[in-house]
């Protein structure tokens, strides 16, 4: 017996380790991936559900009572010819017992593994033509409603985040309270979506996000569903909206909007590209769309003395020469209202995005306001401090701003000096600024690659009552991870810098309120984050508030921009303690202020938007 043993030691090394009549949901297990990954494994049952150009899936004919375990897997044939052949041979509804090995395969390193069985090899089939129904959706399993994973503390946009990652603790699914647990759960299962309706735009590949007839949390009056809060630890990110990939059959799904209604859905569940997704058999198509087709205009209508309106628009990369300049024009005057002053965002130099030393936007800003009067609009002045060449971030040679416009039949600057791009605007003692307009602290390492607020003081014409306005274009979200990526919490590109820029902000707010704590301030534009990063949520306590908040506008309603699943708010407008409040001795009137978004780019199609952004109006009490 003793001689037996090297050579039954030895043969144990050179077979690769083999397993054998392993059930589906033994191979996928129960976390993200899966026991055997890397294994062989022989002698796998099941029925073929789908075929794919490059493989097909299967389901388990032995399904056990877990629901942490997918009954699925993709079987990866590869598209060459031998693949091709294999793959000839399989139908749908064949019954079949498969060798191969499991593989955990990722396109990269910030995305999650899909658990496959590639060099599928030894097919034997045992029966065909069995039928194959899909899983439905909402009825047999329904997605969770907020929260992504157990990695993440209750929320998705958690401070700090890249603290750990999925695939490196490969957690044990909970499906019922996870979101990607509950997708990773049902990896390569043939599903059915009832009810559709479309979260927003399809992107240029035809990928669109969906909700199906199952609890959504989050949902908006248009159809969408908004990033809000749960309470102030648990954010609703809503982990129950899935995208809906290119059609199997190789079709293009139909252009959506927000709020479409879509025909039932019927797909296979995959990750690729950062995302879970269904791939559909045959195309979505759309059905229907929520009505009013477009948003309302605003009726907040100024008195021209002291109820002064005021809008704050991204415009996104306007140069003289864009073609959108007469349609911004239109929906300043016709959704906005031709606010007494407005809050612009990405306006471009006079040659647009070209390298060259021209950073002034006179030009762009000529045109804009020249667009307005000409279409029936008021006068517009504008206000603008030139950026230093390159150095505020965007595309490159656009030197992209903020700027103002202002009726100047209703406002006037207070004791004008204009800065340029290095003067640093201070407030004095009786509240006049060094620089008006002037930008705040451009030397600091907060606002380096990016735009530097720009402030203004400006006084109303017929009452004599001061503003001050502060303009804000703040880092981009570039460089963030996908929601349903590998880092926990996803990487939220630039956060520390958006901190610092806020902390800075707050400061010269500060010193205004040091001049006077009666200030009428509006601190408006794209601040590129939610109030639901709890990094950011506080960042204004005691110095300005939230006028969603003082509005009581509700959760779902506060968005200006749709990103992935997300409608979400990123262009904050804020208000100081005086315009917080109500009018008159004891707060016995109505508020001084008040906000509407207007959605004339969110509920559109990618090609009828004119920016990304949604503009915001608004109407404040500077006399009473
Ligand atoms: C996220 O964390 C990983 C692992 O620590 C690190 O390699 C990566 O550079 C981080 N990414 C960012 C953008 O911080
Ligand atoms: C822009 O400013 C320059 C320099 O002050 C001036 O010569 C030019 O006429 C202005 N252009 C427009 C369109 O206002």
Request: glycine fraction near 8%.
């Amino acid at each position: 017996m003793v001689a037996f043993r090297p050579t039954f030691l030895a043969l144990l090394a050179a077979v690769p380790t083999l397993v054998s009549a392993l059930t589906i949901a033994e191979i996928q297990g129960t976390s993200f991936q899966s026991p055997y990954a890397g294994k062989a494994v022989t002698d796998v049952p099941g029925v073929v559900t789908v075929k794919g150009p490059a493989g097909f899936w299967l389901r388990s004919t032995s399904p056990d009572k877990d629901d942490r375990t997918s009954e699925s897997i993709y079987v990866f044939t590869g598209s060459n010819a031998a693949g091709k052949a294999i793959l000839a041979t399989v139908n749908a509804g064949d019954v079949l017992v498969v060798d191969g090995k499991v593989d955990e395969y990722r396109s990269g390193k910030d995305q999650l593994f899909l658990t496959e069985l590639i060099n599928p090899t030894n097919i034997r089939k045992t029966a065909s033509g069995m039928a194959v129904e899909p899983l439905v959706l909402g009825k047999e399993r329904s997605p969770p409603t907020e929260e992504y994973t157990s990695l993440d503390n209750g929320n998705v946009f958690n401070y700090p985040n890249n603290v750990t990652d999925v695939e490196t603790v490969n957690p044990t699914l909970n499906p019922k309270k996870y979101g990607l647990d509950f997708w990773e759960s049902l990896e390569g299962e043939l599903v059915k979506v009832r009810k559709p309706v479309a979260l927003g735009v399809s992107n240029q590949y035809g990928d669109v996000w969906v909700r199906g007839d199952w609890k959504v949390t989050g949902l908006n009056k248009r159809g969408g569903l908004t990033v809000n809060w749960k309470n102030k630890k648990t954010v609703d990110a809503n982990p129950e909206a899935i995208l809906i990939g290119s059609p199997l059959d190789g079709t293009k799904n139909d252009d959506t909007f927000m709020g479409n209604t879509v025909e039932e859905i019927t797909g296979v569940v995959t990750y690729a590209f950062g995302f879970y997704r269904i791939l559909p058999l045959t195309k979505l198509k759309v059905t229907g769309a929520p009505s009013p087709a477009v948003t309302s205009p605003t009726k907040l209508k100024s008195d021209g003395k002291c109820a002064i309106t005021f809008g704050s628009y991204n415009v996104e990369n306007m140069s003289p020469k864009s073609s959108h300049i007469p349609l911004v024009a239109s929906q300043i005057i016709t959704f906005m209202n031709s606010p007494d002053l407005l809050f612009i965002q990405e306006i471009q130099d006079n040659d647009g995005a070209t390298q060259s030393p021209i950073t002034s936007a006179n030009a762009t800003l000529s045109a804009l306001t020249a667009s307005i009067s000409s279409q029936g609009g008021p006068t517009y002045a504008f206000l603008e401090v030139a950026p230093e060449n390159l150095k505020d971030g965007g595309a490159p040679g656009g030197n992209i701003r903020t700027a103002y416009l202002y009726n100047p039949a209703v406002l006037t600057l207070d004791t004008p000096n204009p800065g340029t791009y290095s003067d640093k605007a201070v407030v004095a003692k009786d509240g006049t600024l060094s620089f008006n307009p002037g930008r705040i602290d451009p030397a600091n390492s907060a606002w380096t690659a990016t735009r530097k607020p720009l402030v203004a003081l400006f006084k109303t014409v017929k009452s004599g009552k001061r503003v001050y306005a502060v303009n804000v274009h703040m880092s981009s979200k570039g460089g963030s991870s996908s929601l349903h990526g590998s880092a926990r919490p996803p990487i939220n590109g630039a956060i520390e810098a958006r901190i610092q820029q806020n902390t800075v902000m707050r400061q010269f707010i500060g010193e205004v309120l040091k001049a006077d704590k009666n200030a009428n301030i509006l601190a408006s534009g794209d601040f590129n984050e939610f109030m639901q990063t709890p990094a950011f949520a506080n960042i204004w306590d005691g110095v300005l508030h939230d006028s969603d908040e003082v509005v009581g506008e509700k959760d779902v309603e506060r968005y200006s921009y749709v990103f992935d699943m997300n409608t979400q708010m990123l262009d904050h407008l804020f208000v100081s303690d005086r315009l917080s409040k109500r009018q008159g001795l004891l707060g016995l009137f109505k508020k001084r202020l008040e906000v509407e978004h207007v959605h004339i780019n969110s509920w559109e199609t990618y090609d009828a938007r004119t920016s990304d952004h949604d503009p915001s109006v608004g109407r404040v009490n500077v006399c009473y």
